[in-house]
């Protein structure tokens, strides 16, 4: 895989993406997330009680790390070891991007 330094940042020259063949199940899960957020503001519009809110909450940030961390293990498998093969600063640069959305998926 290549990738164009120039390009804004998650733009690059391949053709497809680590999470390519599990792409209509992550909208499918994604769907059912957007969901539950449509839920959520069902639950403050009808003014439910406020642990059942934050029960809803806790199993959408559930899903929400699920998809992920599915989506980094996809990355981390396909991205970033076609860039390792390829080498140099291809190579630095997809491990340096990954490292810093762990940093990011760890402080949420």
Do not use: F
């Amino acid at each position: 895989m290549t990738m164009d330094t120039d390009a804004p940042h998650g733009e690059h020259e391949h053709a497809s993406h680590g999470y390519i063949t599990n792409k209509d199940d992550y909208l499918k899960r994604l769907r059912r997330i957007e969901g539950q957020a449509r839920g959520l503001q069902n639950m403050v519009a009808d003014e439910k009680y406020c642990i059942d809110i934050l029960t809803q909450v806790s199993a959408m940030t559930s899903a929400l790390e699920s998809v992920a961390l599915g989506l980094l293990n996809d990355h981390l498998n396909h991205c970033v070891v076609e860039a390792v093969a390829e080498g140099g600063d291809v190579a630095q640069a997809k491990l340096k991007e990954a490292s810093d959305a762990i940093a990011r998926l760890v402080r949420s």
